[in-house]
């Protein structure tokens, strides 16, 4: 402290400050030349192995949506609680397409979890295609993949992730088997 500073309030002396020690690596490194670097960048992309994204299975479903101005909030994009709706929607098309709708007077889905990993924003207006496909098929649940995309750009992704359903006996909430034709449905 310098005789113009005073002592913080209670009359004690502020800890000096430490400086982190000085690298110098960073200054004793070896200068190198435009035809090294190249070199070696050429060897490292040659190296490199090439990674592939997983396809998508074959779609269950592929249902065409349009965005509603009363989907959009504040910000002027979907909300994120629309998406939820929006994958609601593409299942019950898809399930309104099995015998019995997928459950009968004694057994009926019920969404057990839910993943959404928002990818960009949804404006108005907007064309959407909502694409499901299973990705894994238990003895009594559904794990249905998702993917929110553009109609028109199929490259723009907006959202994906999954959705697991659980059959249950209604009476008792306890699991029950898959129905039969929701189990030929997501093998065909």
């Known amino acids: 402290m310098t005789d113009t500073q005073q002592p913080p309030a209670g009359g004690k002396k502020a800890a000096p400050r430490k400086r982190a020690p000085r690298s110098r690596k960073a200054a004793a490194a070896p200068a190198t030349d435009l035809a090294t670097v190249s070199s070696h960048t050429a060897e490292a992309a040659a190296a490199q192995v090439a990674v592939t994204v997983p396809a998508t299975p074959p779609a269950l479903i592929r249902v065409p949506l349009s965005v509603r101005w009363r989907d959009l909030d504040a910000f002027n994009h979907v909300n994120n609680s629309k998406f939820l709706s929006y994958l609601e929607e593409a299942r ?17 889905p019920v969404v057990a979890a839910a993943h959404l990993n928002y990818r960009r924003p949804i404006e108005w207006p907007n064309e959407l295609d909502i694409e499901l496909f299973v990705e894994r098929l238990g003895n009594t649940s559904l794990s249905i993949g998702h993917r929110i995309i553009g109609a028109t750009d199929t490259s723009a992704v907006y959202c994906d992730g999954n959705v697991v359903l659980v059959w249950i006996h209604r009476e008792t909430g306890q699991p029950a088997a ?4 929701v189990r030929a449905a997501c093998t065909a």
Do not use: F, I, Q, S
Not at 178 to 181: A, K, R, V
């Open 92 to 108: 019950l098309r898809w399930m309104v397409t099995l015998p019995g709708h997928g459950m009968d007077e004694h057994v009926a």
């Open 178 to 181: 898959l129905p039969e034709p």
